[in-house]
């Protein structure tokens, strides 16, 4: 099985956590793609794919994504599955903490595809996030804060891949 991996990053952190998660899914083979420079449509060509998106200022979509936003509409991602995870500084934005993560998501659900990798919000303080679920004790996917807890990081992707990789494997 081969899953791709989307990103768009503006100050390479995102970039960076889509490596680690690429490096976690080993030996699964995964394709890195940055949605600034290779066709979003690329995501049909998986089964299981995982986006990353960082949140900007006030709950706003990274440039990258942005720019292809609409060009989602026109994917029909009818029985793919799916996961994302988001940077976000909780400290800086607690009102709109991994909002962006939350816009990613209902848009992929909106697309016909199915989310996996719903991350537990204990250990982190926000405000507000669009992306929190279930009375705010669950995100959409996996938040990361390489602002206010970097030293965090390495433990909740290994943890995240391990968890989409299993609920991946309960749906075959």
Known sequence: MSIGIFFGSTTGNTEDVAEQIQDQLVPLASNLHNIADEPVNLIQDYPLFICGIPTWDYGELQADWE??????????????????????DQIGYPEWYQDAVGLLHDKLCGLGATPLGYWPTKGYKFEKSLAAIA????????????????????????DWCQQVINEYNATL
């Open 67 to 88: 720019d292809i936003w609409e060009e989602l509409d026109t994917l029909d991602l009818t029985g793919k599955h799916f996961a994302v995870f988001g940077c976000g």
């Open 135 to 158: 009375n705010n004790s669950r995100f959409v996917g996996l938040a990361v804060d390489e602002d206010n807890q970097h030293e965090l990081t390495e433990g909740r992707i290994a």
